[in-house]
């Protein structure tokens, strides 16, 4: 991961908590900051907690790429399709501008970087 957006989010994290120093998954809940609606890993901040890990949500994710034993670019882009309408569908109070775009592409490659080559967007299942 490049040391720039990982500089980024922990900039914008540090404004959801007193604490100079340190953050936790608490204080980043703040929704609309980092936390966003159609996380691949959480719930919508509307629907419910969207602080702990969420295994149904991420079925979408660990299930993407039928057939393949690697998730790339193009499973990634699907996840963030469903997970989006899903959240659109479940969710009347959706958060869905360029900034939740960007955050969910980010995560995507965040994922496949640091599970794969960041080189080539391929991270492999297992």
């Not at 914008?12 to 204080?27: E, I």
């Not at 009347?92 to 360029?98: A, G, K, S, V």
């Amino acid at each position: 991961m490049s040391p720039d957006i990982l500089a980024t989010a922990v900039k914008v994290a540090s404004l959801t908590t007193d604490d100079p120093f340190s953050f936790t998954l608490d204080d980043i809940k703040l929704h609309s900051n980092i936390e966003h609606d159609a996380s691949l890993s959480r719930e919508d901040f509307a629907l419910g907690d969207n602080v702990r890990f969420n295994e149904t949500i991420f079925t979408t994710l660990a299930n993407s790429n039928p057939g393949f034993d690697f998730y790339n670019t193009t499973s990634a882009g699907e996840v963030q399709r469903l997970r989006l309408a899903d959240s659109e569908a479940r969710n009347p109070t959706i958060n869905n501008t360029q900034k939740e775009f960007t955050i969910r592409s980010a995560e995507s490659g965040f994922y496949l970087s640091v599970m794969g080559d960041p080189l080539v967007g391929v991270a492999p299942k297992e």
